[in-house]
């Protein structure tokens, strides 16, 4: 079965960094786009980015634009975000998600929380 399971998350100071990482499992991994997908307390979850298959491109909102950076390793089943110059408001639970057959898996989500 699908499975899709965060980390890398933590409480970081405005204008630091983290790398966040999801392993995935159960379905062609090297033949999926992937996102990235976040929700902050009291707000729907918004998408972050996404990324296509072979990792050669991506595309963002813009509230992450010029900070955030998708990646992957095909070889290991690994999808990452790369989270720069971070901001209070990016404080969110993030997860990976991936739509296979219609039906939209997700993991159970990394707390970043961005704090002095």
């Known amino acids: 079965q699908v499975q899709l399971v965060e980390s890398g998350g933590g409480l970081v100071q405005p204008g630091g960094s983290l790398r966040l990482s999801c392993a995935a499992s159960?379905?062609?991994?090297?033949?999926?786009?992937m996102s990235w997908y976040r929700q902050a307390p009291g707000k729907e979850r918004e998408l972050v980015g996404t990324?296509?298959?072979?990792?050669?491109?991506?595309n963002y909102a813009d509230s992450v634009k010029g900070r955030f950076t998708i990646s992957r390793d095909n070889a290991k089943n690994m999808l990452y975000l790369q989270m720069n110059s971070l901001k209070p408001e990016d404080t969110a639970v993030y997860y990976c998600?991936?739509?296979?057959?219609?039906?939209?898996?997700w993991g159970q989500g990394t707390q970043v929380t961005v704090s002095s």
């Open positions: 159960g379905f062609t991994f090297s033949s999926s786009s």
């Open positions: 990324i296509n298959s072979d990792g050669g491109s991506a």
């Open positions: 998600r991936k739509i296979l057959l219609l039906r939209t898996y």
